[in-house]
C-alpha cells in the first residue's frame, strides 16, 4: 500500500483546508485510516482515524468540531476536512493506514503517506 498525502498550505487563522490521502492497491476499503500531525520540536500525535467502511470516526480532543475526516472508497482516497483553523494546527501531517482501527487509535499504523505541510498563520 502506497499512500500519497496533499492539500496543504498556508491558510490564515480560521480559514479552512481539505487534505486527501490517495491509496494505491486493491485492499482500501479493508484498511482503517488516519491522520496523525507533528509539529517542529513535538512528537507525532494522532489527529482522527475513520473504519474501514467509513461507519465510524474518532477525533484528537484538540480538533473534534472543527476537522471532519472521511473516505470515497471507490476513490481510494481519505480526506481531512479542517475548519476553523488555529495557529497551534500548524504541523507536517501524515495520512496512515492499518487493518486496525484501534491500532491508529493508539498511534501506530502499517503504512504512512509522506506528508503535507500545514501552516496557520495569526
Known amino acids: 500500500v502506497q499512500l500519497q498525502a496533499s492539500g ?3 491558510v ?3 480559514g479552512s483546508l481539505r487534505l486527501s490521502c490517495a491509496a494505491s492497491g486493491r485492499t482500501f476499503s479493508s484498511y482503517a ?3 496523525f500531525r507533528q509539529a517542529p520540536g513535538k512528537e507525532r500525535e494522532f489527529v482522527s482515524v475513520i473504519t474501514a467502511s ?3 470516526t474518532d ?3 484538540s480538533v473534534k468540531g472543527r476537522f471532519t475526516i472521511f473516505r470515497v472508497n471507490a476513490k481510494r482516497t481519505v480526506y481531512l476536512q479542517m ?8 504541523a507536517v501531517y501524515y495520512c496512515a493506514s492499518d487493518p486496525s482501527w484501534a ?5 501506530a499504523a502499517d503504512y504512512w503517506g509522506q506528508g503535507t505541510q500545514v501552516t496557520v498563520s495569526s
Open 83 to 90: 475548519n476553523s483553523l488555529k495557529p497551534e494546527d500548524t
Open 12 to 14: 490564515q487563522a480560521g
Open 8 to 10: 496543504g498550505g498556508l
Open 54 to 56: 467509513g461507519g465510524s
Open 103 to 107: 491500532t491508529i487509535r493508539r498511534g
Open 33 to 35: 485510516m488516519g491522520w
Open 59 to 61: 477525533y484528537a480532543d
